[in-house]
């Protein structure tokens, strides 16, 4: 998607890899397959290319330094992805800078039975791995009981953070652009609603039906958030909405977000687009909302695994104001973020009907 934003501006696209069987291969002016953490793979990549950025946080960040000590442009910073990559040095960064987040400890999981539980209220705590987490893996809901008696499940292998379990959360993100210049814009912030079985992104919408003064709140937090971090790109501040009314940073990623795919068609510039304007060295773009979205993720069917057709395909493609996005995988497995779909309309409830509606259609079968 950041390639196909860029395609008007005739930008190329280096890209390193794990495999050629992936969805950037077609798009690639050159392509290095080898591991993100892979010190030669990523030295070459940066020998033919302007600037580095990454898609997702599993990357080789003493290289992404070692280059930039050298002359690199990488965005965002290695030193951000070293925070970012630990959710123990995340949470503490939080704590140090004085941005609100549920209270923490941070263990090594064979000791998570010997902590005094009674720190945290209710009977559940969050634990999650400090590093190696992605799309809801790495993050588990338990019970007290369990944990006091050693029940940790063994993915939980090495350092942890145990956190405070915030029920009934209204989940919001605003995703902020931060150029070298210092300039800072935001997003209007959305609200997302994730599936309970797999915790990724179900659907969110655009704008959020909170209150205005708890969306500027959550605007000033999250600005206040990437200026600590120095931060240089596009970042997506995940935040809790407790019933209490506060608001609690819960994640920033450092790069294009899911809860952003509606910019593409719903605001002035993508998050996509003012990413490359950062890149580039441009102005930022204009980020209001033109009209009311609903983004829902395209979700690997059950016991369907390997090659896929999608039903439901023309409903979608004849339904007013929805736009399709197939991220080109080769394959589906249950649980497997396939895609997205965007339906704008002027009554944000209508669009929620829609979105359901269609979400009930599409389903991978076999091929």
């Keep these: ?211 205005n003064d708890i969306k500027d709140d959550a605007n000033t937090l999250s600005i206040k958030a990437i200026e600590a971090l120095k931060g240089v790109g596009i970042f997506a501040v995940e935040l809790f909405l407790t019933q209490e009314g506060e608001i609690l940073i819960n994640e920033i990623a450092p790069r294009p977000h899911n809860s952003g795919h509606h910019t593409i068609e719903a605001n002035y510039t993508s998050q996509y687009e003012q990413l490359m304007r950062i890149m580039l060295n441009m102005p930022l773009g204009e980020t209001d909302l033109i009209t009311p979205a609903v983004m829902t993720n395209i979700i690997g069917s059950e016991n369907v695994t390997g090659a896929y057709t999608l039903d439901g395909l023309q409903d979608l493609m004849a339904t007013k104001g929805a736009y399709l996005h197939w991220y080109n995988k080769s394959v589906t497995k249950p649980g497997r973020k396939m895609g997205h779909f965007t339906v704008l309309d002027s009554d944000l409830d209508a669009a929620v009907k829609k979105s359901h509606d269609l979400k009930k259609k599409l389903k991978t079968q076999p091929r």
């Excluded at 280096?14 to 690639?28: G, R, T, V």
């Excluded at 002016?29 to 997702?56: H, N, P, Q, R, W």
């Excluded at 959710?87 to 960064?93: A, M, R, Y």
């Excluded at 800078?97 to 998570?112: C, K, M, Y």
Aim: glycine share 6%; with cysteine.
């Design 1 to 211: 998607m950041l390639i196909e934003s860029a395609k008007p501006w005739n930008v190329e696209f280096n890209i390193l890899e794990a495999s050629k069987d992936c969805p950037c291969f077609e798009y690639a002016s050159t392509f290095i397959e080898g591991s993100l953490m892979d010190a030669e793979k990523i030295k070459e990549l940066a020998s033919i290319s302007d600037v580095i950025t990454y898609e997702i946080e599993h990357v080789g960040v003493e290289t992404l330094k070692f280059l930039e000590s050298n002359g690199t442009v990488v965005i965002p910073s290695g030193a951000i992805l070293e925070v970012i990559q630990d959710k123990g040095l995340q949470k503490q960064f939080y704590l140090d800078n004085n941005l609100a987040t549920s209270p923490f400890v941070i263990i090594d999981s064979s000791e998570a039975s010997t902590i005094g539980l009674d720190r945290f209220p209710g009977n559940r705590v969050v634990v999650k791995s400090c590093t190696g987490g992605y799309d809801g893996k790495g993050v588990s809901i338990m019970s007290k009981s369990d944990i006091a008696e050693g029940n940790v499940p063994a993915v939980f292998n090495g350092q942890v953070v145990l956190e405070n379990y915030v029920p009934d959360v209204t989940e919001l993100s605003v995703i902020v652009a931060r150029n070298a210049a210092g300039d800072i814009r935001s997003f209007p912030i959305v609200e997302m609603v994730f599936d309970p079985e797999i915790n990724l992104v179900d659907y969110l919408f655009a704008p959020s039906t909170v209150a």
